[in-house]
């Protein structure tokens, strides 16, 4: 349910967010430049906003609202291992960014890393019940408790806020639950069976 190696999994996720921060304040120091990183819906250069965008904000309050939800659930997410992280991360950030560059409207940009926390979150929703482990699913219940509400946020009618963002980002997250709960049943059958105990 929680990183093996906490404090590596504390000081990593702390460190992702000690880079956002970073970049926000070149940001700041360049008026708005790195804003143009991220993703213009159907242009080609807007593409590489794909690659950009989960790790910029437009101001300091967007990257503060997406601070603590980073930190929590990207942590979370750590549980499988650094290799897991890494595959589900990407699955997210790709699938999310593919997503924006696909459906948003023209003439817009998106950057934010709440394609992140939307894919994280419905990751640990699902996770648990995909593979059957109770702590897992016990964990998916607190934060949907938590952060439940915060779903509405995939449908449109926010003004200002990317909710294709935050539909695709967690569609990511679906798509890497089902993935790492394939691979761990696929793990799982590959074991050979041990003989039982046989007393003499």
Do not use: C
């Amino acid at each position: 349910m929680l990183p093996a190696k906490p404090k590596q999994a504390a000081f990593a996720i702390a460190g992702f967010v000690a880079v956002l921060y970073l970049l926000e304040l070149v940001d700041v120091i360049t008026n708005g430049a790195l804003d143009a990183g991220g993703i213009t819906p159907r242009e080609l250069s807007g593409l590489t906003g794909v690659i950009w965008a989960p790790a910029l904000h437009f101001g300091w309050d967007h990257l503060a609202a997406n601070t603590i939800p980073v930190l929590v659930l990207g942590f979370l997410t750590m549980a499988g291992g650094i290799g897991q992280f890494v595959a589900v991360t990407a699955s997210i950030w790709v699938v999310g960014g593919l997503g924006v560059w696909l459906t948003a409207p023209t003439g817009t940009i998106h950057a934010g890393a709440s394609i992140l926390i939307f894919g994280w979150l419905t990751f640990l929703l699902l996770r648990g019940f995909l593979t059957r482990r109770f702590l897992q699913i016990g964990l998916a219940v607190a934060l949907f408790f938590l952060y439940g509400s915060a779903l509405w946020g995939i449908l449109p009618g926010q003004p200002g806020i990317s909710w294709q963002g935050h539909l695709f980002g967690a569609v990511g997250g679906v798509l890497a639950a089902w993935l790492v709960a394939k691979a761990g049943r696929q793990q799982a059958a590959s074991k050979p069976e041990l003989p039982g105990n046989l007393g003499m």
